[in-house]
């Protein structure tokens, strides 16, 4: 607040109170905007008192006393929002364009028109949203946000393709958000197609249908024919039926962001999903640090609307500025108030960014937040060369024992590290372990941005070590791998009596004579060793920086490719 607002609290003329600041030396006009501990200053003057309430929590206060006002009996059953996920090409986006073809009636202004994130359909008279961007990055990135706008998770499989490394992934990420999944086995119009087996492999991720004994919800359909999609909309409105999902029609309006752009006629505009409460024209909102007003709403169809109420997904213009996907969205009573929560809400942002690596897990600091009981859990993402490699450290990580801690594997495969280990290790706090795996240069940088601790290991038994010892607090890091660049091998040379020289281009960072090498191919670690020779041209040099060639020997191996990427690195004793 500003003096001039602070003298009308306080019941005192502004003027003196810029003359007791003068009087201390301090030149301050009417407008000024004071920080706390500025006006605490102002008040102690006076001998009065303040007590402090950050925007945020007042706004929380305020619809919280609305929510209670509202009651229980506010609360009302809504409509489930679903989002599909399941491996590439097990058909996926076709299944949501049947849905939403036999579903939404012709009449409604032609049908889904607009694209805003999320599409709403009624079947049996009864609502189902569903969040159009199929597959777990978009899943995840919403989580990221601490948005969980799924209530239950579509899982497509392709009855003749099984199991597929992304359906276990759609698996992990749902069992990690502790949304139920359906199944839906689809393609089963294709001949030769085996129901049983896929059920069965199912069974080892924890799916368990009732052919199993378990009781997993699981329909055959053809998405690509129209068959069984009325079964699987039943039993969507079954599973939401179980778990009665609820919201309060009454309070504030609120929702999340799924999609935001800005549009040159209109603006910044966003999809917002509104989970709860009514959204009408004229409010004054908050998302993510951004303000607005709400100007004008649309709805999937293309429809002009005055409200939307829960749940539905609309398009948003009136924002101040662009919002993030995954952004909360939140109705408060007065522009200036959301103004001043954007304010709020940009500088913590600042901070959160200065601070974030103390939130983060890390091996090295794993003992002594397992002291301050920060840490009953260690999640690990466990990343590997091929899948026998897994099953055995797998093994040896089950005989860890700690009194306090248990190890929780959330995600593994056989592959190397992705954009989506990272998203996952990022909501979900894991360190990931890569066996013998590298990530890509954009997956690395994702990996710093996030803060996600990685560790390389090429030997089991040290991984071991590393995880126990850091249980027991007597990791100490002796050597650490400091990143020197990357070169793309462009051709390889036999030379008589020499070996295989690599023709390289150094496409980042720099490569030294006295580094070590890794030699990557598709992702995978072929070869870790030193390099015996670097030439530029024809002169032996010590080091070749980005945007050169240069000549690689490496010692004791030949088996280098075109093709290959070499990661150079040098150990450090710490
Ligand atoms: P997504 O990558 O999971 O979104 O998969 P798509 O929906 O793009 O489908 C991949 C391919 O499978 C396309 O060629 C579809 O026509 C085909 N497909 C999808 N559903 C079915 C189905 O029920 N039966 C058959 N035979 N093909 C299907």
Do not use: W
């Amino acid at each position: 607040m500003t003096i001039k607002d602070l003298s009308e609290k306080m019941g005192v003329k502004a003027k003196d109170i810029l003359q007791k600041l003068l009087a201390k030396g301090v030149l301050y006009t009417v407008n000024k905007s004071l920080s706390l501990e500025e006006a605490q200053m102002i008040l102690d003057l006076f001998g009065m008192e303040c007590k402090s309430i950050s925007f945020e929590d007042k706004v929380l206060e305020d619809v919280r006393e609305e929510e209670t006002q509202g009651g229980e009996e506010s609360l009302c059953e809504r409509p489930p929002v679903v989002t599909v996920m399941g491996h590439v090409d097990h058909g996926k986006t076709t299944l949501l364009d049947t849905i939403r073809h036999t579903h939404v009636a012709a009449k409604e202004h032609g049908g889904i028109t607009q694209h805003i994130g999320a599409s709403k359909i009624l079947f049996k008279n009864k609502p189902i949203v569903f969040i159009d961007t199929p597959g777990h990055e978009a899943f995840t990135k919403l989580r990221l946000r601490g948005a969980n706008v799924t209530d239950l998770v579509i899982l497509v499989v392709a009855a003749d393709d099984g199991v597929k490394p992304q359906t276990i992934e759609a698996i992990n990420h749902a069992k990690s958000a502790g949304v139920p999944i359906i199944v839906a086995i689809n393609k089963i119009d294709k001949p030769d197609v085996n129901l049983l087996k896929v059920k069965q492999e199912l069974v080892q991720y924890g799916i368990v249908v009732e052919e199993y004994g378990g009781d997993a919800v699981c329909v055959p359909v053809s998405a690509k024919k129209g068959i069984g999609i009325e079964d699987l909309l039943d039993m969507i409105l079954l599973v939401a039926e179980v778990h009665e999902f609820k919201g309060n029609p009454r309070i504030p309006a609120k929702g999340t962001i799924l999609e935001a752009q800005l549009d040159p006629q209109r603006g910044p505009i966003a999809s917002v999903l509104i989970q709860e409460g009514v959204l009408s024209l004229g409010d004054a909102f908050i998302s993510g640090s951004t303000a607005g007003r709400v100007r004008a709403l649309f709805d999937d169809k293309g429809k002009r609307l005055k409200e939307a109420k829960m749940v539905t997904p609309v398009e948003v213009s009136g924002f101040e500025e662009v919002p993030a996907a995954g952004d909360s969205f939140q109705v408060v009573n007065t522009i200036e108030k959301a103004q001043q929560i954007s304010l709020l809400r940009k500088q913590m942002a600042v901070d959160e960014k200065r601070n974030k690596t103390a939130g983060r897990l890390s091996l090295n600091d794993l003992f002594d937040r397992i002291k301050e009981k920060e840490v009953q859990k260690l999640p690990l993402i466990l990343k590997t060369d091929v899948q026998g490699s897994m099953e055995a450290i797998e093994d040896s990580l089950a005989k860890i024992q700690h009194p306090d801690v248990t190890l929780q594997i959330i995600h593994k495969a056989a592959g190397p590290i992705t954009e989506s280990d990272i998203l996952l290790a990022s909501t979900t706090n894991a360190i990931i372990i890569a066996y013998n795996v590298r990530p890509s240069k954009r997956t690395r940088e994702q990996a710093k941005e996030e803060q996600v601790e990685i560790r390389y290991y090429s030997i089991i038994y040290q991984l071991i070590e590393d995880i126990k010892q850091s249980l027991e607090g007597i990791l100490k890091p002796i050597e650490k791998e400091h990143f020197l660049g990357t070169v793309d091998v462009r051709k390889v040379f036999k030379v008589p009596r020499v070996g295989s020289v690599a023709g390289c281009y150094v496409s980042e960072g720099k490569v030294e004579k006295d580094g070590q090498v890794r030699i990557v191919r598709n992702g995978i670690v072929v070869h870790t060793g030193k390099i015996q020779t670097l030439h530029h041209y024809t002169q032996e040099v010590e080091s070749v920086k980005e945007g050169q060639e240069c000549g690689i020997r490496l010692e004791n191996y030949s088996d280098i490719k075109a093709g290959d990427s070499l990661e150079v690195f040098k150990i450090e004793q710490i």
